[in-house]
Protein backbone atom coordinates (compact mmCIF):
# COMPACT_ATOMS: atom_id res chain seq x y z
CA UNK A 1 0.00 0.00 0.00
CA UNK A 2 1.06 3.55 -0.90
CA UNK A 3 0.24 6.58 1.15
CA UNK A 4 0.65 10.10 -0.16
CA UNK A 5 -0.98 12.26 2.32
CA UNK A 6 -2.19 16.29 2.41
CA UNK A 7 -0.40 18.01 4.82
CA UNK A 8 -3.56 18.70 7.36
CA UNK A 9 -4.76 18.69 10.75
CA UNK A 10 -4.57 14.83 12.17
CA UNK A 11 -3.34 13.40 8.37
CA UNK A 12 -1.21 11.32 10.45
CA UNK A 13 -4.01 8.94 12.06
CA UNK A 14 -5.26 7.81 8.27
CA UNK A 15 -1.28 6.03 7.92
CA UNK A 16 -0.20 4.99 11.12
CA UNK A 17 -3.08 3.44 12.31
CA UNK A 18 -2.87 0.67 9.35
CA UNK A 19 0.48 0.99 9.70
CA UNK A 20 0.51 -0.33 13.71
CA UNK A 21 -2.35 -2.46 12.99
CA UNK A 22 -0.73 -4.32 10.26
CA UNK A 23 2.41 -4.67 12.40
CA UNK A 24 0.69 -6.14 15.42
CA UNK A 25 -1.02 -9.33 13.38
CA UNK A 26 2.61 -10.02 11.47
CA UNK A 27 5.91 -8.78 13.35
CA UNK A 28 7.62 -9.22 10.14
CA UNK A 29 5.87 -6.42 8.40
CA UNK A 30 7.30 -3.29 7.43
CA UNK A 31 7.09 0.30 6.27
CA UNK A 32 8.86 2.88 4.85
CA UNK A 33 8.31 6.85 5.66
CA UNK A 34 9.63 9.35 3.38
CA UNK A 35 9.21 13.13 4.18
CA UNK A 36 10.70 16.02 2.88
CA UNK A 37 13.05 17.33 5.57
CA UNK A 38 14.40 15.65 8.67
CA UNK A 39 12.50 17.92 11.11
CA UNK A 40 9.18 16.62 9.63
CA UNK A 41 10.67 13.15 10.31
CA UNK A 42 11.85 14.15 13.75
CA UNK A 43 8.41 15.39 14.34
CA UNK A 44 6.05 12.12 13.38
CA UNK A 45 9.46 9.96 15.03
CA UNK A 46 7.96 11.71 18.41
CA UNK A 47 4.20 11.08 17.62
CA UNK A 48 4.68 7.23 16.94
CA UNK A 49 6.91 7.14 20.00
CA UNK A 50 3.76 8.38 22.42
CA UNK A 51 1.45 5.98 20.02
CA UNK A 52 3.48 3.41 20.09
CA UNK A 53 4.52 3.25 23.96
CA UNK A 54 1.17 1.75 25.43
CA UNK A 55 1.00 -0.49 22.75
CA UNK A 56 4.40 -1.39 23.45
CA UNK A 57 3.73 -1.84 26.91
CA UNK A 58 0.46 -4.08 26.37
CA UNK A 59 1.83 -6.17 23.42
CA UNK A 60 4.09 -8.84 22.83
CA UNK A 61 5.81 -7.16 19.83
CA UNK A 62 7.75 -4.39 20.68
CA UNK A 63 7.40 -2.08 17.65
CA UNK A 64 10.38 -0.33 16.47
CA UNK A 65 10.37 3.24 14.90
CA UNK A 66 13.56 4.66 13.87
CA UNK A 67 14.56 7.45 11.42
CA UNK A 68 17.34 7.07 9.59
CA UNK A 69 18.87 10.37 7.79
CA UNK A 70 22.55 11.92 7.54
CA UNK A 71 22.95 12.44 11.11
CA UNK A 72 22.43 8.75 12.06
CA UNK A 73 25.88 6.82 13.67
CA UNK A 74 26.64 4.17 11.98
CA UNK A 75 26.55 1.75 14.43
CA UNK A 76 22.47 2.77 14.71
CA UNK A 77 22.23 2.40 11.33
CA UNK A 78 23.01 -1.66 11.48
CA UNK A 79 20.47 -1.75 14.21
CA UNK A 80 17.75 -0.23 11.84
CA UNK A 81 18.02 -2.09 8.96
CA UNK A 82 17.23 -5.49 10.86
CA UNK A 83 15.39 -3.83 14.03
CA UNK A 84 13.06 -1.82 12.31
CA UNK A 85 9.86 -2.19 11.94
CA UNK A 86 8.94 1.95 11.01
CA UNK A 87 11.75 3.85 9.32
CA UNK A 88 11.58 7.39 8.68
CA UNK A 89 13.78 8.66 6.31
CA UNK A 90 13.69 11.43 3.16
CA UNK A 91 13.88 11.06 -0.38
CA UNK A 92 17.83 12.37 -0.38
CA UNK A 93 18.40 9.49 2.28
CA UNK A 94 16.19 7.21 0.11
CA UNK A 95 18.36 8.06 -3.21
CA UNK A 96 22.35 8.24 -1.79
CA UNK A 97 21.93 6.16 1.52
CA UNK A 98 19.58 3.10 1.46
CA UNK A 99 18.80 2.16 -2.45
CA UNK A 100 22.74 2.09 -3.70
CA UNK A 101 22.74 -0.78 -0.62
CA UNK A 102 19.36 -2.43 -1.47
CA UNK A 103 21.21 -5.91 -0.09
CA UNK A 104 22.10 -4.74 3.22
CA UNK A 105 18.07 -3.73 3.45
CA UNK A 106 16.69 -7.12 2.12
CA UNK A 107 14.38 -7.67 5.37
CA UNK A 108 13.08 -3.87 4.89
CA UNK A 109 12.44 -4.30 1.27
CA UNK A 110 11.06 -7.97 1.34
CA UNK A 111 8.45 -7.48 3.93
CA UNK A 112 7.41 -3.95 2.74
CA UNK A 113 4.10 -3.58 3.23
CA UNK A 114 3.69 0.48 3.46
CA UNK A 115 5.39 3.29 2.01
CA UNK A 116 4.35 6.90 3.09
CA UNK A 117 4.85 9.76 1.12
CA UNK A 118 4.50 13.47 2.74
CA UNK A 119 4.42 16.13 0.39
CA UNK A 120 6.58 18.72 0.15
CA UNK A 121 4.14 21.90 -1.16
CA UNK A 122 3.98 23.26 2.55
CA UNK A 123 6.88 23.34 3.43
CA UNK A 124 8.82 24.31 -0.03
CA UNK A 125 6.02 27.55 0.38
CA UNK A 126 6.95 28.63 3.30
CA UNK A 127 11.06 28.67 2.42
CA UNK A 128 10.33 30.41 -0.86
CA UNK A 129 7.92 32.31 0.46
CA UNK A 130 10.80 33.77 3.34
CA UNK A 131 13.28 33.87 0.70
CA UNK A 132 11.27 35.80 -1.50
CA UNK A 133 10.05 38.31 0.52
CA UNK A 134 13.75 38.87 2.08
CA UNK A 135 15.08 40.74 -0.73
CA UNK A 136 15.62 44.63 -0.40
CA UNK A 137 13.76 46.87 -2.27
CA UNK A 138 15.21 50.49 -2.74
CA UNK A 139 17.23 52.43 -4.70
CA UNK A 140 18.84 50.54 -7.51
CA UNK A 141 22.19 52.22 -7.76
CA UNK A 142 22.80 51.17 -3.84
CA UNK A 143 24.97 48.38 -2.93
CA UNK A 144 22.63 46.51 -0.73
CA UNK A 145 19.46 46.81 -3.02
CA UNK A 146 17.85 43.65 -4.47
CA UNK A 147 14.94 45.09 -6.30
CA UNK A 148 14.41 48.49 -7.73
CA UNK A 149 11.04 49.60 -9.16
CA UNK A 150 9.35 48.58 -12.02
CA UNK A 151 10.50 50.46 -15.25
CA UNK A 152 7.66 53.06 -15.49
CA UNK A 153 4.73 54.23 -14.20
CA UNK A 154 2.66 52.62 -17.14
CA UNK A 155 4.39 49.20 -16.14
CA UNK A 156 3.39 49.62 -12.50
CA UNK A 157 -0.40 50.13 -13.63
CA UNK A 158 -0.26 47.39 -15.67
CA UNK A 159 0.79 44.94 -13.12
CA UNK A 160 -1.82 46.61 -10.03
CA UNK A 161 -4.35 46.24 -13.03
CA UNK A 162 -3.09 42.06 -13.58
CA UNK A 163 -2.60 41.64 -9.42
CA UNK A 164 -6.51 42.95 -9.03
CA UNK A 165 -7.80 41.07 -11.86
CA UNK A 166 -5.91 37.93 -9.70
CA UNK A 167 -7.09 38.57 -6.59
CA UNK A 168 -10.73 39.09 -7.63
CA UNK A 169 -10.46 35.91 -9.68
CA UNK A 170 -9.72 33.75 -6.60
CA UNK A 171 -6.00 34.11 -6.22
CA UNK A 172 -4.62 34.00 -2.31
CA UNK A 173 -1.82 36.32 -1.37
CA UNK A 174 0.34 34.87 0.50
CA UNK A 175 3.04 37.53 1.23
CA UNK A 176 4.08 41.01 -0.26
CA UNK A 177 2.28 42.97 -3.37
CA UNK A 178 2.51 46.48 -1.62
CA UNK A 179 3.17 49.08 -4.06
CA UNK A 180 4.73 52.44 -3.28
CA UNK A 181 4.84 54.15 -6.53
CA UNK A 182 6.43 52.64 -9.43
CA UNK A 183 7.68 49.94 -6.40
CA UNK A 184 6.21 46.57 -5.60
CA UNK A 185 7.11 44.34 -2.69
CA UNK A 186 8.09 40.56 -3.46
CA UNK A 187 4.53 38.83 -3.73
CA UNK A 188 3.35 35.32 -3.61
CA UNK A 189 0.29 34.04 -5.10
CA UNK A 190 -1.32 30.72 -4.61
CA UNK A 191 -5.00 29.00 -5.67
CA UNK A 192 -4.38 30.94 -9.04
CA UNK A 193 -7.04 28.29 -10.89
CA UNK A 194 -6.85 27.78 -14.59
CA UNK A 195 -10.04 30.04 -15.32
CA UNK A 196 -7.81 33.36 -13.52
CA UNK A 197 -6.51 35.35 -16.09
CA UNK A 198 -3.33 34.71 -14.34
CA UNK A 199 -2.98 31.79 -14.93
CA UNK A 200 -2.02 32.27 -18.71
CA UNK A 201 -0.74 35.86 -18.37
CA UNK A 202 3.05 36.73 -18.19
CA UNK A 203 3.23 38.75 -14.45
CA UNK A 204 6.16 41.35 -14.99
CA UNK A 205 6.93 42.29 -11.79
CA UNK A 206 8.68 40.64 -8.34
CA UNK A 207 5.52 38.29 -8.12
CA UNK A 208 5.81 34.60 -8.01
CA UNK A 209 2.95 32.28 -8.43
CA UNK A 210 2.94 29.02 -6.45
CA UNK A 211 1.11 25.55 -7.49
CA UNK A 212 0.47 22.57 -6.27
CA UNK A 213 0.48 19.24 -8.32
CA UNK A 214 0.36 15.61 -7.59
CA UNK A 215 2.99 13.80 -9.84
CA UNK A 216 5.57 15.14 -12.42
CA UNK A 217 3.41 14.38 -15.44
CA UNK A 218 0.53 16.80 -13.45
CA UNK A 219 3.47 18.96 -12.99
CA UNK A 220 5.10 19.22 -16.52
CA UNK A 221 1.08 19.41 -18.00
CA UNK A 222 0.79 22.68 -15.86
CA UNK A 223 4.30 24.06 -16.80
CA UNK A 224 3.00 23.76 -20.52
CA UNK A 225 -0.30 24.98 -20.27
CA UNK A 226 0.65 28.68 -21.30
CA UNK A 227 0.81 30.18 -24.90
CA UNK A 228 4.48 31.47 -23.78
CA UNK A 229 7.86 29.15 -24.42
CA UNK A 230 10.94 31.13 -23.44
CA UNK A 231 12.79 30.03 -20.68
CA UNK A 232 11.95 27.87 -17.88
CA UNK A 233 13.91 26.43 -14.54
CA UNK A 234 14.34 22.81 -13.18
CA UNK A 235 15.41 21.85 -9.97
CA UNK A 236 16.21 18.25 -9.08
CA UNK A 237 18.63 15.75 -7.84
CA UNK A 238 17.87 12.90 -10.24
CA UNK A 239 19.47 12.85 -13.46
CA UNK A 240 17.19 10.66 -15.03
CA UNK A 241 14.18 12.91 -14.15
CA UNK A 242 16.45 16.11 -14.73
CA UNK A 243 16.49 14.73 -18.83
CA UNK A 244 12.94 13.62 -18.92
CA UNK A 245 11.33 16.55 -17.15
CA UNK A 246 13.24 18.74 -19.55
CA UNK A 247 12.76 17.19 -23.23
CA UNK A 248 9.00 17.13 -22.23
CA UNK A 249 8.69 20.92 -20.92
CA UNK A 250 7.45 23.68 -24.20
CA UNK A 251 10.21 25.87 -24.40
CA UNK A 252 12.89 27.12 -25.80
CA UNK A 253 15.34 26.93 -22.84
CA UNK A 254 15.59 24.91 -19.94
CA UNK A 255 17.74 25.53 -17.02
CA UNK A 256 18.40 22.58 -14.87
CA UNK A 257 19.49 22.99 -11.27
CA UNK A 258 21.05 26.98 -12.25
CA UNK A 259 20.13 30.67 -12.79
CA UNK A 260 21.96 32.96 -14.91
CA UNK A 261 23.56 30.55 -17.03
CA UNK A 262 22.99 32.43 -20.17
CA UNK A 263 25.75 33.51 -22.36
CA UNK A 264 26.75 34.91 -25.56
CA UNK A 265 28.09 31.67 -27.40
CA UNK A 266 24.72 30.26 -26.17
CA UNK A 267 21.46 30.14 -28.28
CA UNK A 268 18.34 32.61 -26.94
CA UNK A 269 15.10 32.41 -28.15
CA UNK A 270 11.66 30.53 -27.77
CA UNK A 271 8.69 28.96 -28.74
CA UNK A 272 4.97 29.76 -29.14
CA UNK A 273 4.03 33.29 -28.63
CA UNK A 274 7.61 33.43 -27.00
CA UNK A 275 8.72 33.87 -31.04
CA UNK A 276 10.80 32.01 -33.44
CA UNK A 277 14.39 31.53 -34.76
CA UNK A 278 17.32 32.33 -32.08
CA UNK A 279 19.90 35.35 -31.34
CA UNK A 280 23.19 35.05 -30.00
CA UNK A 281 25.61 32.01 -30.40
CA UNK A 282 25.80 30.15 -34.04
CA UNK A 283 22.14 30.12 -34.48
CA UNK A 284 22.04 33.68 -34.33
CA UNK A 285 24.81 34.14 -36.61
CA UNK A 286 22.88 31.99 -39.06
CA UNK A 287 19.83 34.30 -38.96
CA UNK A 288 22.09 36.81 -40.78
CA UNK A 289 23.63 34.45 -43.60
CA UNK A 290 22.24 35.14 -46.60
CA UNK A 291 22.15 31.16 -48.37
CA UNK A 292 22.48 30.68 -51.88
CA UNK A 293 20.83 27.90 -53.46
CA UNK A 294 22.09 26.32 -57.06
CA UNK A 295 20.33 23.35 -58.66
CA UNK A 296 21.20 21.72 -61.42
CA UNK A 297 19.26 19.99 -63.68
Not at 57 to 62: D, G, I, P, Q, S
Not at 149 to 175: E, F, H
Amino acid sequence: MVVTTPTASGKTLCYNAPVISRVLQDPSARALYLFPTKALAQDQLAELHELTQEINRAAEVAIGVFTYDGDTPQDARRAIRTRAHVVLSNPDMLHAGVLPHHPRWAKLFENLRFVVIDELYQPFLAKFTAAMTSAKTGDPTADDCQLGPLSSSTAADRLQDQLDRAIKGGAKVVAGGERDGNYFSPMVLTDVTPDNDAYREELFGPVAVVYRVGSEEEAVKLANDTPFGLGSYLFTTDPEQADRVANNIEAGMVYVNIVGADGAELPFGGVKRSGWGRELGKYGADEFVNKKLIRVG
